[in-house]
T-cell receptor
């Protein structure tokens, strides 16, 4: 298993450009997440998905959109890039069933985004 | 949004020393997790705690779930160079609740 993979690893955008950060997991996990990590800070949840076709906002969703058409893929889209979106973006996945969740989130290697 | 308070923010220690760090919250969490992040990588789960008062070990790592459910501690014994990285705590409020709240991280540097 490759686990959680993310592409690209690094990208520079100009203000106002758009791009899609790709995330794929091959562990058949139902839950997937997108986080951003700013320098010296912990991770903040942008969006998450509990299964194909279902997405919900996290703590900092403004300026982002997601879709979950398949179990494996959870792309994150930036429509109008802004300097405040300069960050490292991590995708994660987990398997949750029922109410007793022995949850372990598996993280991808991250995408570093610089908006100039 | 809430983030958990971790201390210390950074540590500089010599190889072989023991390390202690903690994470506190103003509200209760029912699950505590400790992650390690190597430079340029995503976080990797080290230890998960599911019961108040629980003490769990993973090799040289030991973590405890505070009795009040508002804090957790991570200890690393006999540190080695590969322990370098950023350690994050994360809390989960409810069983089955998918969202994690992350701490601000403790950066560990080991002096040879």
């Amino acid at each position: 298993n490759a686990g959680v993979t993310q592409t690209p690893k690094f990208r520079i955008l100009k203000i106002g450009q758009s791009m899609t950060l790709q995330c794929t997991q091959d562990m058949n996990h139902n839950y997937m997440y997108w986080y951003r990590q700013d320098p010296g800070m912990g991770l903040k949840l942008i969006y998450y998905s509990v299964g194909a076709g279902i997405t919900d906002k996290g703590e900092v969703p403004n300026g982002y959109n997601v879709s979950r058409s398949t179990t494996e893929d959870f792309p994150l889209r930036l429509e109008l890039a802004a300097p405040s979106q300069t960050s490292v973006y991590f995708c994660a996945s987990s398997y949750i069933a029922g109410t007793i969740a022995q949850e372990t989130q598996y993280f991808g290697p991250g995408t570093r985004l610089l908006v100039l | 949004g809430q983030q958990l308070n971790q201390s210390p923010q950074s540590m500089f220690i010599q190889e072989g020393e023991d390390v202690s760090m903690n994470c506190t919250s103003s509200s209760i969490f029912n699950t505590w997790l400790w992650y390690k992040q190597d430079p340029g990588e995503g976080p990797v789960l080290l230890i998960a705690l599911y019961k108040a008062g629980e003490l769990t070990s993973n090799g040289r790592l030991t973590a405890q779930f505070g009795i009040t459910r508002k804090d957790s501690f991570l200890n690393i014994s006999a540190s080695i160079p590969s322990d370098v990285g950023i350690y994050f705590c994360a809390g989960q409020r409810n069983f089955g609740n998918e969202k994690l709240t992350f701490g601000t991280g403790t950066r560990l540097t080991i002096i040879p």
